[in-house]
């Protein structure tokens, strides 16, 4: 694929983090860091906002950045670059129509999140989905306003998601997630737009830009980079416009694509 320096961004769930062992392979810690060593740029590209980076990844792997709930954050080697959260007015106002209209959410923000107290989640669905999270230091979604940065969402009926898109869609983006689950942030911003902010500030040409991912939410990414690559237990979508599909996070996925960008 060639030798000059490349910028590589990298989803976590299921690209980094295997998604059913939760565990981080050896020869992804070994790969990244040579392709670091070789001097090649390795970003972080996430859903996840800034609370929900866990030390057992960055302990192992030393990223030069990262760009962080779907474009509305870039961190470049510690310093903030940009950071977009939802205004106190908006969160209040998307706060009251998930109210009115029975949908579940954990709302994300960069220094803390949010989620409903058991007994308000709507759905048997997403409660059960919540579990996962109880051990968590969540706040309540009455602390809240002005502190969140996009939210995870999920509706029981459809069709009240379909009025969420209707009444919201000029401020809003809406991603996909299946089964009924979305990722909503501010219009705008997207793992497409982080990727497009820091290359221009560092001055790197789009011809060097690479990007792994598994699931809806990278689309914009991989489809904004030069090289898309593909877990190989990605979702269909994500298949069809790949370049190179390589291994699922437990088979070695991670080397396998840097040893065939080139960058190790």
């Known amino acids: 694929m060639g030798s000059e320096r490349k910028i590589i961004f990298f989803d976590i769930d299921g690209t980094i983090v295997d998604n059913k062992t939760k565990r ?4 992804t810690v070994e790969g990244i860091k040579r392709a670091r060593d070789n001097g090649h740029l390795c970003f972080i590209n996430t859903g996840r906002t800034g609370c929900l980076i866990e030390p057992s990844l960055t302990d192992k792997i030393t990223f030069d950045g990262f760009l962080l709930g779907c474009g509305t954050m870039v961190v470049y080697r510690g310093k903030v670059l940009l950071h977009r959260t939802l205004t106190r007015k908006m969160s209040a106002d998307i706060l009251r129509f998930l109210a009115e209209h029975h949908i579940d959410a954990i709302l994300e923000g960069s220094r803390e999140n949010f989620y409903m107290r058991r007994e308000e989640i709507y759905s048997d669905k997403f409660r059960e989905y919540t ?26 009926h459809p069709s009240d998601m379909e009025l969420f898109k209707k009444e919201y869609g000029d401020r809003l983006s809406f991603i996909d997630r299946e089964n009924g689950y979305y990722e909503i942030l501010p219009k705008g ?23 792994i991912g598994d699931s809806n939410n990278d689309i914009p990414m991989l489809e904004c980079v030069h090289t898309a690559i593909a877990m ?27 040893k065939w960008l080139g960058v190790i």
């Open 189 to 211: 911003y997207s793992k497409a737009t982080a990727i497009q902010f820091i290359v221009g500030r560092l001055n790197i040409p789009m011809e060097c830009t690479a990007a």
């Open 131 to 156: 579990e996962y999270y109880r051990d968590r230091n969540y706040s309540y979604f009455e602390s809240a306003l002005g502190k969140y940065d996009k939210l995870f969402a999920y509706a029981a």
């Open 24 to 27: 981080i392979s050896d020869s």
């Open 232 to 258: 190989g237990n990605s979702s269909k979508s994500v298949l069809d416009i790949a370049d190179f599909v390589t291994g699922s996070a437990a088979e070695d996925g991670i080397w396998e694509a840097l």
